[in-house]
């Protein structure tokens, strides 16, 4: 795919590894079209992306809410005219263990509601998402297409990450599907999984905490969002790239 003049849609695009691949893409021409929450970040990532002489629009979204993901996706074929890539991004942490026990006692268990809302956000909104990006490309008969889905290291399976890496697991075996069923309409499905990357999260360490992470990575850094947003490009400029997906994570695996 010729990422100019491309309409590329990105969840969780206001900040971290969605505003680096907002900007690396207007870089190369492409049209943003940013879903998030956040207004005022969106803002920002808009302005951003006019220095780089492209446009983006903001629509606020709640990718696991399936009416609003139907709206928003209809209005940026309004606003655009059509669809050819989508970034399915946005993601949120409730870490903990499956139970915590102290003195032979369960003192505390993951709860439902910490379960549902990491998969929610991360593989049904995957999910929604994607369905209204593929719906639109078809109807909209567009010349290639691709959906690209941030899973994460952790759907190897990470210590005190049950709904995580669950979900993360999940958006990797969604995306194969995706690759087989929307192949004949020349629509490409690939995952891709970061590893220690630097985001607010990460920032907000101890910087003793930081160096231990970063030795455990065996190129000895902590990637950052741009090292996504480059393997992003790739795969959206490489037709064909589908149903796999690719670990960007130093060398260190979970």
């Given at each position: 795919m010729k990422i100019q003049d491309k309409v590329i849609a990105i969840t969780g695009g206001g900040k971290g590894i969605g505003r680096a691949t907002a900007l690396r893409l207007a870089?190369?021409?492409?049209?943003?079209?940013?879903?998030?929450?956040?207004?005022?970040?969106?803002?920002?990532?808009?302005?951003?992306?006019?220095?780089?002489?492209?446009?983006a629009r903001a629509y606020r979204c709640n990718v696991?809410?399936?009416?609003?993901?139907?709206?928003?996706?209809?209005?940026?074929?309004?606003d655009f005219g059509s669809i050819h890539g989508l970034v399915n991004n946005a993601g949120i942490l409730r870490d903990?263990?499956?139970?915590?026990?102290?003195?032979?006692?369960v003192i505390k268990k993951m709860s439902a509601d910490q379960y549902s809302i990491v998969v929610d956000v991360h593989m049904k909104g995957a999910f929604l998402c994607t369905r209204e990006a593929a719906a639109h490309m078809v109807e909209q008969k567009v010349e290639e297409g691709c959906i690209i889905s941030m899973s994460s290291g952790a759907f190897h399976g990470n210590f005190g990450q049950t709904n995580y890496s669950a979900a993360k697991a999940g958006i990797v075996a969604m995306s194969r599907v995706w690759s087989k069923e929307l192949a004949?309409?020349?629509?490409?499905?690939?995952?891709i999984a970061p590893g220690t990357i630097e985001t607010d999260m990460l920032r907000s360490m101890p910087d003793e905490a930081l160096d231990n992470l970063a030795k455990m990575v065996?190129?000895?850094?902590?990637?950052?969002?741009?090292?996504?947003?480059?393997?992003?490009?790739?795969?959206?400029?490489?037709?064909?790239?589908?149903g796999d997906v690719i670990e960007v994570n130093g060398g260190m695996f979970f």
């Open positions: 870089q190369q021409g492409a049209k943003i079209a940013l879903i998030d929450l956040d207004q005022q970040v969106m803002e920002e990532t808009i302005q951003l992306v006019a220095d780089t002489g492209s446009i696991a809410d399936e009416e609003t993901v139907e709206n928003t996706f209809t209005s940026i074929v309004e903990g263990m499956l139970i915590k026990v102290k003195d032979g006692k004949k309409f020349n629509i490409r499905s690939m995952a065996p190129l000895g850094r902590i990637g950052d969002a741009d090292n996504i947003a480059q393997t992003i490009q790739f795969i959206l400029e490489n037709d064909y790239m589908s």
